[in-house]
């Protein structure tokens, strides 16, 4: 499967961006779908993920201003981020994978597909 993200840009402290994932080629199976972040100079870490039945999951940080959502029929998965702050300025990448367990869900390491990430940057 070819994951596209997209949607990334420059906003001002406070406002709201939407990103998307988009899937192409062998999309029968049912993926789980995680949005990653990468800030300059620092790791990638876990931003949200979704599961095929719509399921969602947050990292601590953007619990309350993000929401992940997907249209299955579309192969498209969203990330609606709202009140964003300069400390989510980072490259935001999106993954999937078909046999992730719960407890793995936050792991990057446990994906096997990888979009190329979109920017983006807040300003204060």
């Known amino acids: 499967v070819q994951l596209q993200a997209s949607g990334g840009g420059l906003v001002e402290s406070g406002g709201s961006l939407r990103l998307s994932c988009a899937a192409s080629g062998d999309t029968s199976s049912r993926y789980t779908v995680g949005w990653f972040r990468q800030a300059p100079g620092k790791e990638r870490t876990f931003v949200a993920a979704i599961r095929y039945n719509g399921n969602?999951?947050?990292?601590?940080?953007?619990?309350?201003?993000?929401?992940?959502?997907?249209?299955?029929?579309?192969?498209?998965?969203?990330?609606?981020?709202?009140?964003?702050?300069?400390?989510?300025?980072?490259?935001?990448?999106?993954?999937?994978?078909?046999?992730?367990i719960l407890s793995s869900i936050a792991n990057d390491m446990q994906y096997d597909y990888w979009g190329q990430g979109t920017e983006v940057t807040v300003s204060s």
């Open 56 to 100: 969602p999951y947050y990292a601590d940080a953007v619990k309350g201003r993000f929401t992940i959502s997907r249209h299955n029929a579309k192969n498209t998965v969203y990330l609606q981020m709202s009140g964003l702050q300069p400390e989510d300025t980072a490259n935001y990448y999106c993954a999937a994978d078909r046999g992730i």
